[in-house]
């Protein structure tokens, strides 16, 4: 297991347990890469990003499974065909972040190998640049696969959600995210 640094110390060591935890929501989302520096490496790798209604139409057909191929009676059996259904796939946004962030972990290390080698001078930095370049590029293409994972991991979550608790379920939209805004902001205040 590697170890780093804390941000500004010597001395202080961090393990990293997220590379060895359980794959669950929290953890994929604490994983997940950040959407603007997924946004800023795809402009920078010219990668495609996914569409943005990737996580809706994810939503949609996992809703549409749980209303054709799982026991509408509430009860453990439909509870652990809803585990069943969300495990799988947020346990792939997990290994798909996991392997983006080793992946960025050794492009670091290749930068301060680099670094080293121009320091003491020689010909063979070329071969290094190069190499850098290309685990760069594959570092990126990680990332975005960790980010299409995570996207997909929360459209199933977010149908999985309303199954459990029993909501039916309704597309996402702007407006939608907008009135359940307001409408929490107005619960937030009429409890003050």
């Given at each position: ?43 920078a ?31 453990p ?46 010909d ?26 995570a ?42």
């Open positions: 297991m590697a170890t780093e640094l804390l941000p500004g110390t010597r001395n202080v060591f961090r393990f990293p347990t997220e590379e060895r935890a359980r794959p669950t929501l929290d953890l994929m989302r604490a994983l997940a890469p950040d959407l603007r520096s997924v946004d800023m490496l795809a402009a790798y010219a990668l495609e990003l996914p569409d943005a209604d990737f996580r809706d139409r994810v939503d949609a057909e996992a809703a549409e499974h749980i209303v054709n191929g799982i026991d509408p009676r509430p009860g059996e439909r509870a652990a065909q809803l585990r069943a259904l969300l495990a799988p796939v947020v346990a792939a946004a997990v290994d798909a972040a996991r392997a983006s962030r080793r992946a960025w972990g050794v492009i670091g290390e290749g930068r301060r190998r680099l670094a080293g080698a121009r320091a003491e001078g020689g063979w930095t070329a071969a290094l640049e190069a190499r850098l370049q290309a685990q760069e590029l594959q570092a990126a293409e990680l990332t975005m696969e960790a980010h299409l994972r996207e997909e991991a929360e459209g199933v979550a977010r149908a999985v959600g309303l199954a459990r608790s029993g909501e039916p379920w309704s597309p996402r939209g702007p407006h939608a995210d907008m009135e359940a805004l307001l409408l929490a902001e107005t619960a937030a205040r009429a409890t003050m």
